[in-house]
Every structure is written in structure tokens, then in C-alpha cells.
């Protein structure tokens, strides 16, 4: 079983261009989030979309735009990237809802803003 | 609103105890424990949810004060394999979204 796939792994941008992260899940859960991770920030919540069909925004939404393309997938797209988006980003899901449910994080993904 | 982690860092022999607190300004209806190795995703340890129990999973376990808002993760015996960045996430509500803290990094030496 997969989990959660996140591609790239890396990536090097210079300012001002615009990319896409791609998030995908294989293990029928409702909902997925975009985290990113800094050097003594922890994981702040970009956005997240609690099910198929709606997202909204979490602590850190600007500068980024993300799309719940089915229920697997979830992206993430920088419009115009910035040096202040250096960041580890973290994709996860989950099943939703009530109760006792957990986030099944993916292997990240490392951007670099020049 | 991010909940607070103290202390930010922890340094242990093999064998010692820690206790990593986690606080919340809000009411909480669940709290989340996660453990991230360097270079890696964060990895499930355990939930508490409100008027659950005290969760354990052998030499680790945690509690949840409801009325104070307030988590901890009691770390027993520390093994070399519990060194990491403990996180906690938090819940307002059934079915929202977790806000982490900033973690806490621990590091077992033998």
C-alpha cells in the first residue's frame, strides 16, 4: 500500500515562477491537508479539504491555492513563488469525521525559492 | 491558535524519563501525538479524545486534562529509538483540522 504520495521530492524555483505539488491517496479517506514544516515553526496548516468538494484555509493560506481534484487527489500550487515559501510541505488524510482518527502523512516535499 | 510545547528540547541518557507538555488556549476536543525522525514524515504515537482515557502504548503514554486544556506525553526508560521531534496536534472540534505545536526535540544518548 502506497499511502500518501507527494511529488516532487524536490524542487529548486526562482522568484516569481509558479508550480504545482501533487498529492495523492489510495486509502479512500475524506479528508487531506497541506502542512508546511520550518526550522522551529512545527507544522503550520496551509489548507485542507474535509471532503471531496471543499477546501478552505487554514493558518498560513497566502501566497498558495489548492485544488480537491477527486477524492484522492490534492494540490497545491504556488502562482508566484517567494523566498519566504522555503519550506519542507507535507501532505496527510485521513478518514474524517468523529472519532478516534488519525493523519497518514507523506514523505514530504522539499521546495527551494531562490 | 498554535498550541504551546514546553520544553523545546530535551536531552536524556538511555534508561532516564521525560514528560513533553502540550497547552492549549482553547477548549480541546482531542489532542494528537506525533513523533517525526530527522528527514522523515511525522508518524502516529496516539490520540486522547475528550472524556476518553489515558492512552498507552508501552513505555509511552499520555494524559489529557480537559478542564485545563493541557496534554502530556510521559516518555518511560527512554530507548536511543525515541529520539525525534514530538509533536502535538490539537481539535477544537470533532472532525476538524489539527493544530500542530512546535515541537519538542528529543535526544537519547547511551
Known amino acids: 500500500n502506497a499511502g500518501v504520495t507527494q511529488t516532487p521530492k524536490f524542487q529548486v524555483l526562482k522568484t516569481g515562477q509558479s508550480m504545482t505539488l501533487q498529492c495523492a491517496q489510495d486509502m479512500n479517506h475524506n479528508s487531506m491537508y497541506w502542512y508546511r514544516q520550518d526550522p522551529g515553526m512545527g507544522l503550520r496548516l496551509i489548507y485542507y479539504s474535509a471532503s471531496e468538494g471543499t477546501t478552505d484555509k487554514g493558518e498560513v493560506p497566502n501566497g498558495y491555492n489548492v485544488s480537491r481534484l477527486n477524492k484522492r487527489e490534492f494540490s497545491l500550487r504556488l502562482e508566484s513563488a517567494a523566498p519566504s515559501q522555503t519550506s519542507v510541505y507535507f501532505c496527510a488524510s485521513r478518514t474524517g469525521g468523529s472519532g478516534a482518527n488519525v493523519l497518514t502523512f507523506g514523505a514530504g516535499s522539499r521546495l527551494t525559492v531562490l | 491558535q498554535q498550541p504551546v510545547q514546553s520544553p523545546q528540547a530535551v536531552i536524556l541518557r538511555e534508561g532516564e524519563d521525560a514528560v513533553i507538555n502540550c497547552s492549549s488556549s482553547?477548549?480541546?476536543?482531542?489532542v494528537h501525538w506525533y513523533r517525526q525522525k530527522h528527514g522523515e514524515a511525522p508518524v502516529f504515537l496516539m490520540i486522547l479524545l475528550k472524556g476518553g482515557e489515558q492512552k498507552g502504548h508501552e513505555k509511552i503514554s499520555a494524559s489529557f486534562n480537559e478542564k485545563k486544556q493541557q496534554s502530556s506525553l510521559y516518555l518511560t526508560a527512554s530507548q536511543l529509538s525515541y529520539s525525534g521531534t514530538y509533536f502535538c496536534g490539537t481539535a477544537g472540534q470533532a472532525g476538524t483540522a489539527l493544530i500542530f505545536g512546535k515541537g519538542t526535540t528529543l535526544s537519547v544518548s547511551s
Open positions: 482553547k477548549a480541546l476536543y482531542s
